[in-house]
Structure formats: structure tokens, C-alpha cells
């Protein structure tokens, strides 16, 4: 995605969406068309990549976003205090290793102040799924990106029981069964919130609210 434009952004977001839906879309369908014999061996596999388009959507989409904000020009005082953060997360980070009240001191300033420096956050790296993106994890990725989670945290349990470790459990080798019920319905649920994340983002851009004064932060 190279440009700063709303347009650019919603591209880049399909793009990244479309190309992972048709993949579990075929994958889907192999797993309800094999012999029985294969099906568990195929449903298995399923769920490692199922998981692997949870992580990469979110990771890539919620970057891509971070990446437009970053490309509109604002300075520090015109955004929400969750970008804010994440534009000082180093220096956040120093400070919180640091016992040096000089450390501190010049932190606090920076954020107490008039905050007129250009918000041009390090995007790359910027979200930290860490290769194991439970609720808890998405949790902190929603804070950092302005959206909402309560649609998504609803789904947790489901998701962390379901599709995460599951997924571990699959991935060092464990003989996990999975059946073809709960696969599709696992199946639509990660649909449906990949799709939900698009539009979520896509909303946040049109609406500019990672603007401070367009929220209630």
C-alpha cells in the first residue's frame, strides 16, 4: 500500500482479505469432499492455516491502517491517545526501564506539552501478534488501533479454545480430532471476524477517528 489515500487503504484491505478467503474457501471444500479416511488428516491442517489467516489478517490489516494514519500529515496533538502511544511506545518503553526521574520527567513534558511534533510512528513491527493471537492478545491490537472490541471479545473463549489451541496442540504434534461440524462452524466464525475488522478499519478511516477531537478518548 503506497498511497494515503482512503481509496489506497480499502484496496489494500481487500487485497489482503480476498486472496485468504478463497484459499479457506477451497480448503473448506477439499475437507467436505475427501474419503473418510483423509478427512481428519485434512481438517487438522485446516485448522493450521485457518489460524495462520487469523494472525496474518489482523497482523497486516491492522499495520495497513496504522500506515494511513501515519501517511495524513498529523502532528502528535491531533490524535487519539491510543496513537499517541503507540508514536512514544520506544521512549515508553526506555522510561519503564530506566530509574532516572530525568527519564521520566522529559517524558511526562513531551506529553503534557503543546505535542507539536509530526506523528510518524515506526509502523513496521508496530503490531505484535506473538505468533499466538488469542483474545488477550487481540485485545491489546483493538486498544491500539481505536476499534471497538466488544464484538470480538464476546467470541474469545471460542476462539482461544477452538482455533488457538487447537492449533498449538496441532502444530507440536499432538493428536488433536477435529470433525467436519465444528471445523465449519470455526470456519465462519474467522470469516466473519476477518470481515468484521475490514469494514471496522475501513469505518475508522472514513470517519477520521483517529482524529482526538472525534472521539471521546
Known amino acids: 500500500m503506497n498511497g494515503r489515500s482512503l481509496e489506497s487503504l480499502n484496496q489494500f484491505l481487500d487485497r489482503q482479505l480476498s486472496w485468504r ?12 469432499q475427501a474419503e473418510e479416511n483423509f478427512q481428519n488428516t485434512i481438517l487438522r491442517a485446516s485448522i493450521c492455516l485457518l489460524y495462520a489467516h487469523w494472525e496474518g489478517f489482523i497482523k497486516e490489516a491492522a ?32 522510561a519503564g526501564r530506566s530509574n532516572l526521574a530525568t527519564f521520566h520527567t522529559n517524558l511526562i513534558q513531551r506529553i503534557m506539552g ?20 488469542d483474545s488477550k492478545v487481540l485485545r491489546e491490537i483493538l486498544c491500539l488501533v481505536g476499534v471497538t472490541g466488544d464484538a470480538y471479545l464476546s467470541k474469545g473463549q471460542f476462539i482461544d479454545e477452538r482455533l ?25 466464525l474467522v470469516v466473519y471476524m476477518l470481515d468484521l475488522f475490514r469494514d471496522d478499519l475501513e469505518s475508522a478511516a472514513e470517519t477520521s477517528s483517529y482524529l482526538r477531537n472525534s472521539t471521546t478518548f
Do not use: C, M
Open 21 to 32: 478467503k478463497r484459499e479457506l474457501t477451497a480448503l473448506k471444500f477439499s475437507s467436505e
Open 63 to 94: 499495520t495497513g491502517y496504522v500506515r494511513f494514519v501515519a501517511r495524513q500529515g498529523l502532528k502528535f496533538k491531533d490524535v487519539t491517545p491510543n496513537l499517541v502511544a503507540l508514536g512514544l511506545k520506544s521512549e515508553i518503553q526506555s
Open 114 to 133: 503543546p505535542q507539536e511534533d509530526d506523528f510518524l510512528p515506526a509502523w513496521d513491527g508496530a503490531i505484535d501478534t506473538q505468533s499466538n493471537l
Open 164 to 188: 488457538v489451541k487447537n492449533r498449538n496442540s496441532i502444530a507440536h504434534g499432538r493428536g488433536v480430532s477435529i470433525n467436519q461440524e465444528d471445523y465449519n462452524e470455526l470456519h465462519e
